[in-house]
């Protein structure tokens, strides 16, 4: 089965106090939403619902509630991902027998990025060729969606000229027992590959994964370069390959971990149909809007397998634990790409693109307007609203720093810059047309006379370092800490 399984971290949380079991019957239609929205509120444990109304699966919700349980998740802290990712980017070409040999630890690490394919798997264990989703504990969230929604997919694509793989997590809103919408945005990857099979009249061959590792689960939202997909970055992560197996009915892979597997297809042919309202992540409900059906024609699954899911809302919720690992682990790789940037800042309560604090070791006039113009032109930080670019000495985390220095450093009409019709956020309900609206940056550095600054940039109120030394030596021995 291996040792990155829900099975065994539902024992590891257990063990440590970080998660509830639930014995008496639960709705999966609102109640165990609302249960689990408290349980999130008060920094809870993880929730096991083990009888759900309807169905004989457990419904596991609250998994990533807090950072702690998602350092558990990842085996690691997030100053050793980063450590361990930007050791990686800064790989060199040995000029010597010594640094060749020093090297190697990297090229073990490469090894892992391949996944392992094998046969048997766990997610085979039962097979049903008659698929029905009312075997399965599908969650409605809130009281104006369209009907049950899975919320935790690991949706499974593959390109049909490259064959490269993608892991994307797109929700599925139930139809019937066998088909479901296809909730995925223009700009993402699965659809990328739609339009390829759809140009050339074929069938799109279509697996989703639920539970398993949930390192996978969350790496189905990182916004990974194309050339990268999800198992070989998990491979990094985890410092072992990847184990997957081939579908029972297609051509695709899956993860050999999953709890439940639905393997399908998509027909270019067919019209799109109305999927919607979802209470989604933005705090609103999105709109009915058409989209692809996925026809699911075979069900796998482990005979203990245990149903995921997870609630999304008014900010903050579970997917902001989610936001928040992402804009840590992928800060080396944005610096890689864009030199100056010391650090940045995706507020939860921005839903993490409508606001994006961005802090810069400012080297040359224009820098601040640059690196928002490189951030929009970056993968999915296209979607960002607002890039507010500050000096490096700022505190982006302290949002009280971040209002002192917007107001004492920015000219609305000098700092301010907007651009129009530019890519949005399918959900961004404001833009004036779906996926297409206005940006707007914010220069929030000191300003320079060569940017055309011509009064002198006055000094802070900042008592010397002798002063400090001085009361903190004096008045510590009268017992006065503060």
């Given at each position: 089965m291996g040792n990155h399984t829900l099975q065994i971290l539902i024992q590891q949380l257990e063990k440590s106090g970080q998660l509830r079991r639930i014995s008496v019957e639960t709705d999966p239609v609102l109640e165990i939403s609302e249960i689990t929205l408290r349980a999130y509120a008060a920094r809870g444990?993880?929730?096991?619902?083990?009888?759900?109304?309807?169905?004989?699966?457990?419904?596991?919700?609250?998994?990533?509630?807090?950072?702690?349980?998602?350092?558990?998740?990842?085996?690691?802290?997030?100053?050793?991902?980063?450590?361990?990712?930007?050791?990686?980017?800064?790989?060199?070409?040995?000029?010597?027998?010594?640094?060749?040999?020093?090297?190697?630890?990297?090229?073990?690490?490469?090894?892992?990025?391949?996944?392992?394919?094998?046969?048997?798997?766990?997610?085979?264990?039962?097979?049903?060729?008659?698929?029905?989703?009312?075997?399965?504990?599908?969650?409605?969230?809130?009281?104006?969606?369209?009907?049950?929604?899975?919320?935790?997919p690991q949706v499974i694509t593959q390109d049909p000229e490259t064959g490269d793989r993608n892991v994307g997590m797109y929700r599925l809103q139930v139809f019937d027992n066998t088909t479901t919408g296809m909730h995925w945005h223009p700009h993402k990857?699965?659809?990328?590959?739609?339009?390829?099979?759809?140009?050339?009249?074929?069938?799109?061959?279509?697996?989703?994964?639920?539970g398993g590792d949930p390192l996978l689960t969350y790496l189905a939202t990182a916004p990974l370069p194309e050339e990268i997909s999800e198992w070989m970055f998990a491979g990094l992560l985890r410092g072992s390959r990847i184990p997957i197996a081939p579908c029972v009915t297609n051509e695709l892979y899956v993860p050999a971990s999953a709890d439940i597997v639905l393997e399908g297809y998509i027909d270019p042919d067919e019209p799109f149909r109305e999927e919607g309202p979802f209470g989604d992540h933005t705090g609103f409900y999105s709109p009915p809007e058409p989209f692809p059906v996925f026809h699911i024609t075979c069900m796998t699954r482990k005979k203990n397998a245990v149903y995921p899911a997870t609630v999304v809302g008014p900010p903050p919720m579970e997917d902001a634990t989610f936001g928040k690992m992402t804009e840590r682990i992928f800060l080396p790789i944005i610096q890689k790409l864009i030199p100056g940037i010391i650090d940045?800042?995706?507020?939860?309560?921005?839903?993490?693109?409508?606001?994006?604090?961005?802090?810069?070791?400012?080297?040359?006039?224009?820098?601040?307007?640059?690196?928002?113009?490189?951030?929009?032109?970056?993968?999915?930080?296209?979607?960002?609203?607002?890039?507010?670019?500050?000096?490096?000495?700022?505190?982006?985390?302290?949002?009280?720093?971040?209002?002192?220095?917007?107001?004492?450093?920015v000219d609305p009409v000098r700092d301010t810059f907007t651009i129009n019709s530019a890519p949005t956020d399918l959900l961004d309900h404001t833009s004036p047309l779906a996926c297409l609206g206005g940006k707007m940056g914010i220069d929030a550095t000191r300003k320079w006379a060569s940017e055309g600054f011509t009064r002198p940039w006055p000094g802070e109120a900042e008592m010397s370092q002798e002063m400090i030394d001085r009361v903190t030596k004096r008045w510590k021995a009268y017992g006065l800490d503060f």
């Open positions: 444990p993880a929730l096991l619902f083990e009888k759900v109304l309807g169905s004989e699966l457990p419904v596991l919700t609250n998994l990533f509630g807090t950072p702690e349980r998602l350092e558990l998740i990842f085996g690691k802290s997030v100053q050793e991902i980063t450590d361990l990712i930007a050791g990686f980017l800064s790989a060199e070409i040995p000029t010597s027998f010594r640094q060749g040999i020093q090297l190697l630890p990297k090229l073990k690490r490469l090894q892992n990025l391949i996944p392992k394919k094998g046969t048997n798997p766990a997610c085979q264990e039962i097979v049903s060729h008659t698929p029905s989703l009312e075997a399965l504990p599908v969650l409605k969230t809130w009281p104006s969606d369209a009907g049950r929604f899975v919320t935790l990857d699965g659809a990328r590959h739609f339009r390829k099979y759809r140009e050339r009249g074929q069938r799109m061959p279509v697996a989703v994964a639920l940045i800042d995706l507020p939860v309560h921005g839903c993490f693109h409508n606001f994006v604090l961005v802090a810069i070791d400012k080297q040359y006039p224009g820098q601040a307007r640059k690196t928002a113009l490189a951030l929009w032109g970056l993968g999915q930080m296209m979607f960002s609203k607002f890039i507010l670019v500050f000096d490096k000495d700022v505190n982006i985390h302290n949002y009280g720093e971040v209002a002192w220095r917007l107001g004492t450093h």
